[in-house]
């Protein structure tokens, strides 16, 4: 049974660019959240899918914008890129409304932006 | 306000030895669960255990128990009998409302631990 899968693993952009992380959530799943997570912190919210609409968001600017298709995955897009999106991009999905402990996570995209 | 406190940047165990992790919370939502998951260097966010705020018991995963104290809002993570492979980020995390709410995991600043041979 696949986890939740992202890609590219690594990326590296150049500042002003725009970047689009993909994730394939965990069999059964179909919502899907997205995380940045700086070096040595926690990760952020940035906004979470559910039946293809957003449905929560964090404290992100416009400049971070996403989708979701019929099939449940997501894709995470950012444009104008800066130095300070450089970060771990994790990608968590859980089952509908059980969120209980539902909250599987992917390995991340690691981002660097040059 | 941190919703999420860990005062620990890092911690180190000796091998098979206990070790606690810490964690206070913040909040106004009589309905949370807190969640404590596991990093290693690979980056991808291991589930470990999980509380609910109305759960009557401490919860217990293997090696793994939280000791959960509501009326001090700690959440404390209790590896017992270390293992090298347990060295690494250790994220403690909440999600307020209920468990059908579905909302965003609010996360901690992370504790690294080190198990020493």
């Known amino acids: 049974d696949a986890g939740v899968t992202q890609s590219p693993t690594h990326l590296i952009k150049t500042r002003g660019q725009q970047v689009t992380l993909r994730c394939s959530p965990k069999s059964g799943h179909d919502t899907v959240s997205w995380y940045q997570q700086a070096l040595g912190q926690g990760p952020q919210f940035i906004f979470q899918y559910y039946e293809e609409e957003e449905r929560q968001r964090g404290n992100f600017p416009d400049r971070f914008s996403g989708h979701q298709f019929p099939n449940y995955s997501s894709e995470l897009n950012v444009n104008a890129l800066l130095l300070g999106d450089s970060a771990l991009y994790l990608c968590?999905?859980?089952?509908?409304?059980?969120?209980?402990?539902?909250?599987?996570f992917g390995s991340g995209t690691r981002l660097t932006v040059v | 306000a941190q919703k999420i406190t860990q005062t620990q940047p890092g911690m180190f165990v000796q091998e098979k030895e206990a070790v606690t992790l810490d964690c206070t919370y913040d909040?106004?939502?009589?309905?949370?669960?807190l969640f404590w998951y596991k990093q290693p260097s690979s980056g991808e966010m291991i589930f470990l255990i999980y509380q609910g705020s109305y759960d009557q018991q401490n919860a217990t995963e293997g090696r793994y128990s939280l000791n959960f104290q509501k009326a001090r809002k700690s959440a404390n993570l209790v590896i017992s009998a270390s293992q090298l492979g347990d060295s690494a980020m250790y994220f403690c995390a909440m999600r307020e409302g209920l468990p059908g709410s579905a909302r965003q995991l609010t996360f901690g600043s992370g504790t690294q631990l080190t198990v020493l041979p």
């Open positions: 909040t106004s939502d009589p309905s949370y669960g």
């Open positions: 968590a999905s859980l089952r509908g409304r059980e969120g209980n402990y539902g909250y599987t």
